[in-house]
């Protein structure tokens, strides 16, 4: 099975207010909750090829919305009025603004795990590792009880906490937005691993960075001194100890997988050691992580094959998506996404592709993907999700052209749907209508770009998808003037991307050929395929059926081998449409 992961932020997903205002509160903008995401919800999620739903949002975080014995935090310490999920002050609560009952919110949460077992749905939940709200507090564990705060590092203290500076005034420490009541008399380092008395807007000043045994300040040597992955729990830091509680507090619950936040902060030995232990508790428990090439990394070179050595099913790959982006950016061809497939072949089966999630723009925002992004979703997630084996990610809203209008606040109105705000998505809520989740309130545009979405997802569980290798088309067709070429252009394959992919073991094949211009008809599209690509399908014979698997009526024609090599398959293609073929022989 190829995971595709759907990623639902329940305070937008469920949300069925239509008005709203920037800034607004949860009264006047309203949130979604865990039980209006309904049967009906999780089973056409289910119908439209999902298998698994990352609930977005779900730990309890710092925010301005007060609720008796849960009391808000300091505005110096929250972005917007719902405040930043990835600020938690709680990792053992969910958050209170989910529940229809406040007091009952863990058991509405844990009644949703179960209707998502009954349509064959992988729950999983956010495990952010890396730091947590300046104003954290739990009742289970708290990390910094007992600290030396005159100490910046110690191997079990729970945070870093920054000291004395003759040319800077400190304490307290001074925020964007004033001061924290909580770090008067001390400070703690960043979240980004900021170690300043007074960190900018720019950081994540909201946030504490946690402490998993190492001085990351002394460089990547000091990971040299944790402990061995295969050791007791007695023996690891204490921050790694809180951390093994709080997963398996949450796969009790019924959680079956993790979105790990900044992954690549924390160090390597600590992963291959919890995710072990996940999986002695829950063997299918799956993890994917959110990790980037950058200086904050635990380990040298690209952290990508330490994370999938330390157990993880699946790495964001960032290079596969701003490549996507630099097409209609930056001028990139459709002929450059061969170069990724000169990287490790495990980033073929582990990077996990997408083309929206809460931390980038929205494709049909008209401030992105240089405002045609709506023009070309259907072809380039095609391109993305249909040349790897990878988990693939998709964002709520996504499937039906969400454009990110709906009122903002702190997010500001950037072309991403705010994280930090109560708000409604203005597609999604047609397919939600008012909870019945049926797409009967849906114009004939996000009609068909949902119904597109469910086509390509199921194409995506054919067998050469799933385990299935790789042979690109582009090459052989780089002096065929009907493929891909602008008016002018001397070589081919600007805007046109084929590619075959063959599973090993059935030998079923599929063509995938995608048009990624907004505005060019390749009305007299043809795509060569060699000699030696129909011997890799292991296709021997004269003749060859291709079956179409995109268009309504399950279509097929005979081609001559003979001519598919030398004048090509026909496949005329609109603007931002593709085409998927199974070969077979005949």
Not at 188 to 217: H, M, Q
Not at 349 to 370: F, L, M, Q, T
Not at 419 to 446: C, P
Request: glycine content about 8%; some cysteine; aromatic content about 12%.
């Amino acid at each position: 099975m190829r995971p595709i992961i759907y990623q639902l932020f329940v305070r937008h997903f469920s949300n069925c207010e239509e008005a709203g205002v920037e800034w607004g509160s949860i009264d006047q903008n309203g949130c979604g909750k865990f039980n209006q995401i309904s049967e009906a919800a999780l089973e056409s999620l289910a119908h439209l090829g999902v298998t698994h739903i990352w609930f977005t949002g779900v730990l309890r975080h710092a925010t301005q919305t007060s609720y008796d014995q849960l009391p808000s935090q300091e505005q110096t310490i929250v972005k917007g009025i719902a405040g930043s999920p990835y600020a938690v002050v709680d990792y053992f609560d969910v958050d209170p603004d989910l529940a229809e009952n406040i007091d009952d919110r863990l058991v509405e949460f844990t009644n949703l795990m179960i209707r998502c077992r009954k349509f064959g749905l992988i729950p999983m939940i956010d495990f952010i590792p890396n730091h947590v709200s300046r104003a954290y507090h739990s009742k289970h564990h708290d990390f910094g009880e007992g600290d030396d705060h005159k100490a910046f590092f110690k191997k079990n203290q729970g945070y870093y906490y920054l000291q004395p500076d003759p040319s800077i005034p400190a304490p307290p420490l001074k925020l964007p937005d004033g001061y924290f009541s909580g770090e008067q008399d001390f400070g703690r380092v960043t979240g980004n691993n900021c170690v300043s008395w007074a960190p900018s807007s720019f950081d994540w000043y909201e946030t504490i960075k946690l402490n998993y045994g190492y001085d990351f300040v002394a460089g990547l040597g000091s990971l040299h001194s944790l402990p061995h992955w295969l050791s007791l729990k007695d023996d690891v830091p204490r921050t790694w100890q809180i951390m093994d509680d709080v997963i398996t507090f949450w796969q009790k619950l019924g959680v079956g997988g993790f979105r790990c936040d900044m992954a690549h902060m924390i160090p390597m030995d600590f992963w291959k050691w919890e995710i072990s232990r996940a999986r002695v508790r829950m063997p299918g428990v799956f993890f994917i992580a959110e990790a980037y090439n950058d200086n904050m990394k635990t380990t040298f070179g690209d952290p990508t094959e330490a994370l999938i050595d330390a157990g993880f099913e699946g790495v964001y790959d960032a290079d596969a998506y701003h490549l996507a982006k630099a097409v209609y950016e930056n001028g990139a061809w459709a002929n450059d996404f061969d170069r990724l497939f000169n990287r490790p072949k495990m980033m073929q089966r582990h990077g996990v592709r997408y083309i929206e999630n809460h931390d980038e723009v929205r494709v049909s925002s008209p401030k992105a993907w240089a405002g045609i992004g709506d023009k070309i979703i259907i072809s380039m997630m095609t391109l993305l999700y249909a040349s790897s084996q990878a988990p693939i990610l998709l964002y709520n809203g996504q499937e039906v052209g969400e454009k990110a209008e709906g009122p903002g606040g702190f997010g500001g109105n950037d072309g991403k749907t705010s994280i930090f705000d109560y708000t409604h998505l203005n597609q999604l809520q047609l397919w939600v209508a008012k909870g019945k989740f049926d797409g009967s309130s849906m114009g004939e545009r996000e009609k068909e770009i949902r119904h597109l979405h469910s086509r390509i997802l199921k194409v995506m569980s054919h067998p050469a998808m799933v385990d299935g290798e790789f042979y690109g088309l582009n090459w052989a067709n780089m002096q065929n003037m009907t493929f891909g070429r602008e008016p002018g252009e001397t070589s081919s394959g600007h805007w046109i991307y084929a590619m075959l992919r063959k599973d090993p073991h059935s030998k079923k094949c599929l063509m995938v050929v995608c048009n990624l211009s907004p505005t060019l008809n390749f009305y007299n599209l043809k795509v060569n395929i060699p000699r030696n690509a129909l011997d890799w399908c292991q296709i021997f014979t004269d003749r060859v059926r291709m079956i179409d698997l995109i268009s309504e009526d399950i279509s097929e024609s005979i081609q001559r081998t003979s001519e598919l090599s030398e004048q090509g398959f026909v496949c005329p293609l609109k603007p931002g449409m593709v085409g998927v073929w199974e070969l077979r022989s005949c």
